[in-house]
């Protein structure tokens, strides 16, 4: 793991304790409704089988996933273990333990198969993860072809009134509160990580180029945060001219399509 990570880790790490109570705050609450549209978006009336909630911090986005659907089995996954301490007592408490699990692992070294998920999900974590070209390959190599990856991030809303307004208090309203109440400059590091990261156009573009097809986004709390959707290429979605890196997903799409 490299020192980029490493310091992630325990950025994380030591703000686990007052995480949840900070997410909710600084957001008004609007993170819970965030991940249950997210939940809902990536579902949509069908049932996955088996679904990777990655980076997932304290379990909240895993814990929508699991309400939202009692057929899907979830993997939790997070590199911080304070945190997944936590998501492995609310996981308990909510009695939701047989169906949906909490695994320690790195986003850039997936510990499993290729094609092993139906859907893939990330809310607010892929920021964190350097390269982010890296994770996105990754995804793709662990989700079926034709299989769903939904991401939530947050994002800068475009010019105006909002814009100024929204940057004021995420720029500096927010990462004071933040380290008065965790007593870290992590959410300075927040600011910083969402103004670096693509804004919804740019990874969009990003995502086509790493193995998805029909991204698409749109824009949460007038475009604070963005919905991401796309889907892993099947055979039938590559171009004539793209090598032959085939895969073969047995969904209506991919009928009739030779691997090569
Ligand atoms: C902002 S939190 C998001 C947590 C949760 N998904 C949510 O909705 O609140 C980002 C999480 O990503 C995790 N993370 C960052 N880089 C990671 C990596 N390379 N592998 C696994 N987890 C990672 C961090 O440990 C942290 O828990």
């Known amino acids: ?19 949840d109570l900070l997410n909710h705050l600084l957001s008004l609450d609007l993170d819970r409704r965030w991940r249950r549209k997210a939940a809902a978006v990536a579902f949509n009336g069908r049932t996955p089988a088996l679904v990777l909630d990655l980076c ?6 895993a814990l929508a996933l699991a309400r939202q659907c009692d057929g899907a089995k979830i993997i939790a996954l997070d590199f911080a273990r304070p945190m997944l301490e936590r998501a492995r007592a609310k996981i308990n408490e909510a009695g939701l333990a047989d169906r949906l699990v ?60 909002w814009r100024r307004l929204y940057g004021f208090y995420f720029f500096h309203i927010l990462p004071m509160i933040g380290r008065w109440i965790s007593g870290t400059s992590a959410y300075a590091y927040l600011a910083e990580s969402v103004a670096l990261f693509p804004q919804p156009d740019g990874f969009r573009q990003l995502l086509a180029e790493h193995g ?4 698409q986004w749109r824009p949460l709390a007038c475009g604070a945060v ?20 085939v895969r073969r997903c047995g969904a209506p799409c991919c009928q009739g399509s030779v691997a090569r």
């Open 56 to 61: 997932a911090g304290t379990g909240d986005m």
């Open 212 to 215: 998805f097809v029909n991204a």
């Open 226 to 245: 963005a919905l991401h959707t796309a889907s892993v290429a099947c055979v039938s979605d590559r171009a004539p001219d793209q090598p032959a890196q």
């Open 102 to 161: 909490a695994i320690c692992g790195d986003a850039l070294r997936l510990p499993f198969a290729d094609h092993s998920f139906d859907l893939l999900t990330v809310a607010f974590g892929l920021r964190n993860v350097s390269p982010i070209e890296a994770a996105l390959r990754e995804a793709a190599r662990v989700v079926r072809p034709g299989g769903q990856m939904v991401i939530l991030e947050f994002a800068l809303p475009p010019r105006g009134l």
């Open 1 to 19: 793991m490299d020192r980029h990570a490493q310091t992630i880790r325990n950025m994380f790490s030591s703000v686990a304790s007052r995480y």
